[in-house]
């Protein structure tokens, strides 16, 4: 495996497209955020982006958007968490009139999340304090309460729960929470895992890496990514800043548009018209 220090000294040209890839998809919503936020509410964007996260498994973007704008249409802001719950029957056939069918990996379990995250936001109340009262470390572990959120290391889907709450707009809702040097591992997408085996630093071995060595290199690559962009910005002040979790995350975020489905072939084609605007399409092999 070649380091991220390696991987920019022998492909620069290659590196600088990527930056650029990431530029040009950092405003774009990602499924759980583009329904959450349209509830006027910081505490129904909150605990929306919570049901979402929990939720989003096994499913491409669009679907997940249809179904996620679905369930908000069916039990809008606070019919999230206000008692009585809805019954697991109404939930389902929100679901099945979503998708069209109940094969979904995650059927039997929406009910259950969607009751465990009302029940997270009774417990905790207003959600943009309890926020504000909490480190991110704290707040990754009561994310645990959550339904389907995990319960081990690294917990993927509160990681990313964190970083849509935290980070500034338009990559997240640019909430606050208590001042802490600790952050939890940036999220290793599924499109940042293709682009590190297809194009990146580990495109000689990435399935082959531990797990503890690929969140490593994804964190190196998102660092280094934001840090060259930050350099090129004309802003004095963004040129001198450096890189921390929140800025970092702005790489995580687009890559994982990289090659991801979407519903006419890959997403990323979709917004580089069909491949012809994207910075990659020199180096990718599944270019139009």
């Not at 029957?89 to 059927?107: L, N």
């Not at 009774?122 to 309460?145: A, F, V, Y």
């Not at 895992?193 to 290199?217: H, M, N, T, V, W």
Request: net charge neutral; proline share 7%; glycine share 6%.
């Amino acid at each position: 495996m070649v380091s991220v220090k390696r991987f920019i000294h022998d492909e620069p040209a290659l590196f600088k497209a990527t930056a650029e890839f990431v530029r040009l998809f950092a405003r774009i919503d990602d499924p759980v955020l583009t329904v959450a936020k349209q509830e006027k509410g910081a505490n129904e964007r909150i605990a929306w982006t919570l049901l979402g996260t929990a939720l989003f498994q096994d499913v491409s973007y669009p679907e997940f958007v249809t179904l996620l704008q679905a369930l908000n249409e069916k039990f809008p802001g606070e019919k999230l968490w206000t008692l009585p719950v809805p019954k697991a029957q109404d939930i389902e056939s929100c679901v099945e009139s979503a998708f069209g069918c109940r094969t979904w990996s995650m059927f039997e379990n929406v009910a259950g999340i969607f009751w465990s995250v009302g029940l997270f936001v009774r417990r905790h109340g207003n959600l943009q304090e309890w926020l504000k009262s909490r480190t991110p470390e704290e707040i990754w572990r009561d994310l645990g309460e959550i339904y389907f959120m995990g319960k081990g290391n690294p917990r993927p889907k509160v990681c990313a729960a964190i970083y849509r709450l935290l980070a500034p707009a338009p990559v997240g809702l640019s909430l606050d929470c208590a001042p802490s040097p600790k952050w939890p591992p940036l999220p290793l997408t599924m499109g940042a895992r293709r682009y590190l085996s297809i194009l990146g630093p580990a495109s000689d071995g990435f399935a082959d890496l531990e797990p503890a060595q690929k969140q490593k290199l994804a964190i190196d690559m998102y660092v280094a990514l934001v840090q060259h962009l930050m350099e090129q910005s004309e802003n004095a002040e963004v040129k001198k800043s450096k890189v921390d979790a929140l800025t970092a995350y702005v790489a995580a975020h687009s890559l994982q548009f990289y090659l991801e489905d979407g519903t006419d072939g890959f997403i990323c084609r979709h917004f580089t018209d069909h491949c012809r605007k994207c910075p990659l399409r020199e180096y990718c092999s599944f270019a139009e």
